[in-house]
């Protein structure tokens, strides 16, 4: 791969992403008018969730199992191999586990958080064991506290602050993470867990460097480290982008250097290899038999674990587009387009920009709604309701309540605005940017949201919820105003 394809400058020197495919299966989009749009957050309970496609314009959600295929990946699934057992879609898919990952055992899973449930159920043995990562994500943290586990987040205190400019604000606090480990005894601790591209503090990157040290305090203390690799091709990304040591470095070798640095590595394949699916692999056979009796069991036989063998055959072409920095710069380039033309309108952002989705601080848009009120929540229903744009809400409703039942509020309050991989176009990044920047100027019309229904797990995925006030009635107004009659 030509390295200098990844950015292509303009003559006139502007700084825009440039589309490195042509699209050549094209999906049509629904932009329904406002007052049906205001409807659809009634009947989904303010909840972007509870959506459904046909009231969505841009769906940016997630990434997860959004992002497009590419014509190897969809032809590839055309010689699937179906079988129970001894598949040879599987065969596939392990030859390039081993490839681009490095790791000779692979077991498959149906998705990402098949695997954290596999892996908190094998390791955390003893209640009140802890687990020391730099962030949590959703899936994970549930998974550990439902088998008696705790965490520990360890990250620099630089990751908190929201308009930064540190390249890596997803790496591991060294200190703290030796600090812990002498406190709370490595017996009690069943695992190190490092995320790439830490998702819920805005898909920001650790570097290889950071990894080296946590990886030389496991072995001081005798401890594995768990990767979660969902988005290790953009965290590759951003260390060619940002670390110095690595700028002449290929996506294999970096990928490579930091799947070496860990004991067990799982992902979801939603997101890394743009398909469905999931897996575990490591290089010891030890960790191999300690997980294999939990394929059969919760999964599908060891040859699927759950997923089609079109979607295997699928994940293993997509792994291997993993090692090429064209397909994987796209989604961090649009994200860093959209995060600087709001930045440059004083729109709080999550910065330096990540990877995933730009990440929008409401914190600060809507500091005139309390916390208690669910700030993300409200700006995401908000934003929708302007726009028939979907993102996710990232804070506390995200968060889960304490073994006492109490709220439990998020270190930040994100509305997430995903990019997945070759979806959208950059006019329609621009109509995000143009529809953010009003809703920023009328950001005071913007109320709080309060749970009518709550789940007691996971509560974002399908709570319900409602305005606290007729302040969505009250926006559409201004919209309609200043729109006239453009949707
Ligand atoms: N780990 C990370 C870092 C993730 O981002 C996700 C999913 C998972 C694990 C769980 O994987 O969905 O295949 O079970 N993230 C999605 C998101 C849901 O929208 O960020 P899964």
């Known amino acids: 791969m030509n390295k ?81 057992a001894g598949s040879q879609s599987f065969f596939r898919l392990q030859k390039a586990v081993e490839d681009v990952l490095r790791k000779k055992y692979f077991l498959p899973v149906h998705q990402g958080r098949a695997a954290e449930n596999i892996i908190a159920n094998a390791y955390i043995r003893k209640k009140g064991d802890l687990i020391p990562m730099n962030y949590h994500f959703t899936t994970a943290l549930a998974h550990i506290t439902q088998y008696g586990g705790r965490i520990v987040e360890l990250l620099y205190d630089e990751a908190y602050n929201i308009s930064s400019c540190h390249p890596f604000k997803g790496n591991m606090n060294i200190e703290k993470l030796e600090a812990v480990i002498k406190e709370t005894g490595k017996e009690n601790i069943p695992f190190i867990r490092m995320e790439a591209s830490t998702n819920l503090i805005g898909g920001q990157p650790f570097s290889v460097q950071n990894l080296r040290e946590v990886r030389g305090i496991a072995d001081r203390y005798g401890l594995r480290i768990v990767l979660d690799a969902s988005l290790l091709g953009e965290n590759a990304y951003l260390v060619i982008q940002r670390e110095p040591e690595f700028a002449d470095a290929s996506m294999a070798d970096v990928i490579s250097t930091i799947t070496g640095l860990c004991d067990i590595i799982y992902f979801s394949a939603r997101k890394l290899s743009s398909s469905r699916g999931g897996g575990i692999c490591t290089n010891e056979l030890t960790i191999y038999r300690e997980l294999e009796a939990f394929i059969p069991l919760f999964e599908g036989f060891l040859t699927y674990g759950g997923i089609s063998v079109r979607e295997i055959e699928a994940m293993a072409v997509g792994l291997y587009e993993t090692l090429d920095e064209t397909m994987i710069c796209q989604s961090p380039q649009y994200i860093a387009y959209l995060v600087n033309a709001l930045t440059a309108k004083d729109i709080p952002m999550v910065t330096p920009p990540g ?103 996971l509560r974002f995925f399908m709570g319900g919820l409602e305005p606290v006030s007729d302040w969505a009635e009250k926006l559409m107004a201004k919209f309609k105003e200043d729109f006239g009659n453009s949707l």
């Open 355 to 457: 990877v995933l989705g730009a990440h929008a601080d409401a914190k600060r848009i809507c500091e005139h709604i309390p916390q208690s009120q669910y700030q993300a929540g409200a700006l995401a229903t908000a934003f929708y309701l302007i726009s028939g744009v979907r993102g996710m809400e990232r804070g506390s409703i995200s968060n889960q309540r304490d073994e006492n039942g109490n709220e439990t509020y998020a270190d930040m309050e994100l509305l997430r605005l995903a990019v997945p991989r070759r979806v959208f176009t950059l006019s329609q990044v621009k109509y995000v940017e143009d529809r953010m920047i009003w809703l920023y100027e009328n950001r005071l019309l913007i109320g709080g949201l309060k749970f009518v229904y709550e789940p007691p797990v």
């Open 4 to 84: 200098k394809a990844v950015h292509i400058k303009f003559y006139g020197g502007e700084n825009i992403p440039l589309e490195l495919h042509k699209v050549r299966v094209v999906q049509k989009l629904n932009l329904v008018p406002v007052e049906r749009r205001l409807e659809a957050l009634y009947e989904s309970g303010f909840n972007t969730f509870r959506l459904t496609t046909n009231d969505v314009f841009l769906d940016m959600l997630t990434d997860s199992g959004t992002n497009a295929m590419s014509d190897m990946q969809l032809s590839a699934m055309m010689h699937a191999d179906d079988a129970y």
